[in-house]
């Protein structure tokens, strides 16, 4: 990032030249006609890394801010573009007249970005969420904005500082909720999100159900886009693994489900994500009132609610409960036939982790299959089907039924029973339904 400190004594003149370089992507601007503040920020370590000044101040001015920054680059505002330079240390980078400067500035600028940090356009790189990097602060890699399929911009550099103001800057006043990483930093990346996540799991205080959601959606969107560009390799396994393993250590596995519904809810974000948070509370609850409650059964679950939709991008293919529903979006047959095989491609990617129990990939091979034989891929029927897939067969049914209640409103457990009964008649499943009657979900 372009950390620039603009010292100039004309204050609505300050605002109007602030405002231009901070419509240049990459750059962060301190503004100050104050000679003490310009001194106090120049003194401070990694605070700025380029000066625009107005030379109209004393030259005793000036110095002082030099003797703060040496060698530091800077561009000056001149009268003359043959005027001698101040005679204390800058590397002066452009010389603009007075006449010229609020019109050349922003052009400078760019060029000044362009030839310092480069467009990287033969790397591969991974989106990431803008609001991870408050979390993986110091930046253990440079940070990337996207300008074009082709053309990436780095505006954070290692080591630098992401705090609350850089992340209202960019979300909030940019509207910019993905920021890019090199393929070659991710291994690093994910380091210091791992660390981050561990850290979070042993401070003793309780957790939100909107800190976890919020967590679970970061989490996925991570894991999904390395995937896609590095691979699942074993450091997005760790982290895979590191992300359910703290989610699990802080599941209440006898939640008031209808409380935390009506906060998710409430911070709707992309639907796999909260698709897959909310199934892990519901599949665990269901688990323990069969007395499945165990913690290995609670992992098995867990991991598979997080990676069964996995190998699907679209929220509204992810809602589609049959192949039928999902021929109505009208999409292309290259997007069908990734539906269609997106049980079989999560549970493939699920056999290559280590450490992981030999069923879960099973449960998620399962999870549209139907106890009527007309589900998919394979078209099983019930006795077919294993134990815990049928757990997990019936919550991801009323999971999709929970989030198609709009904000105001409140699940009915007692009406989707009742209608889930003709879709699930086997004895298998009856089991099933009789132990989630007892989930806490008051009408």
């Known amino acids: 990032m372009l950390r620039v400190l603009l010292f100039h004594d004309d204050s609505a003149v300050l605002d109007k030249l602030t405002f231009i370089l901070e419509s240049v992507n990459g750059v962060m601007v301190h503004a100050t006609a104050d000679v003490d503040q310009a001194t106090e920020w120049a003194n401070e370590k990694n605070k700025i890394n380029m000066i625009v000044a107005n030379t109209l101040k004393t030259r005793k001015e000036l110095e002082s801010i030099q003797k703060a920054a040496r060698a530091i680059d800077c561009i000056l505002v001149v009268d003359d573009l043959k005027d001698h330079e101040p005679t204390i240390g800058w590397k002066v980078l452009e010389k603009v007249l007075r006449t010229e400067f609020a019109t050349k500035l922003r052009e400078i600028i760019e060029k000044i970005i362009h030839d310092r940090y480069g467009y990287m356009e033969k790397l591969k790189f991974c989106r990431i969420k803008t609001s991870i990097l408050l979390e993986t602060s110091p930046l253990h890699s440079d940070i990337y904005a996207k300008l074009s399929d082709q053309k990436y911009i780095k505006i954070f550099l290692q080591g630098d500082v992401f705090d609350a103001d850089d992340f209202t800057k960019y979300t909030t006043q940019r509207k910019i909720e993905y920021m890019y990483l090199r393929e070659d930093d991710s291994k690093t990346f994910i380091d210091k999100y791992i660390s981050h996540i561990d850290d979070f799991a042993k401070k003793q205080q309780d957790a939100t159900y909107e800190q976890l959601a919020v ?33 699990i250590q802080r599941t209440d596995k006898k939640p008031n489900l209808q409380k935390m519904l009506a906060r998710i809810l409430k911070i709707r974000g992309q639907y796999i994500a909260d698709h897959s948070y909310i199934l892990s509370y519901v599949t665990c609850g269901i688990a323990t009132h069969l007395q499945w409650g165990s913690e290995a059964t609670f992992y098995k679950l867990s991991l598979a609610s997080f990676f069964h939709d996995i190998a699907i991008t679209n929220d509204r293919l992810s809602a589609c409960a049959s192949i039928d529903e999902a021929k109505t979006l009208g999409i292309t047959d290259k997007d069908l036939d990734g539906f269609k095989n997106h049980p079989a491609v999560a549970a493939e990617l699920v056999r290559r982790m280590s450490e992981i129990p030999a069923d879960v990939d099973m449960i998620i091979q399962q999870h549209h299959e139907m106890p009527n034989g007309k589900g998919f891929p394979k078209g099983l029927t019930a006795n077919y089907i294993s134990p815990l897939s049928t757990v997990f067969i019936i919550a991801h049914d009323m999971v999709r039924e929970i989030m198609k209640t709009k904000e105001g409103s409140t699940f009915d457990l007692g009406r989707y029973l009742i209608q889930a009964q003709d879709t699930f008649q086997h004895s298998n499943f009856r089991r099933i339904l009789i132990a989630a009657k007892k989930l806490e979900i008051p009408s």
């Open 215 to 247: 967590m679970n959606k970061v989490a996925f969107d991570t894991v999904q886009e390395l995937i896609n560009v590095v691979g699942f390799n074993k450091d997005v396994q760790r982290l895979a693994r590191s992300h359910i393993a703290m989610m």
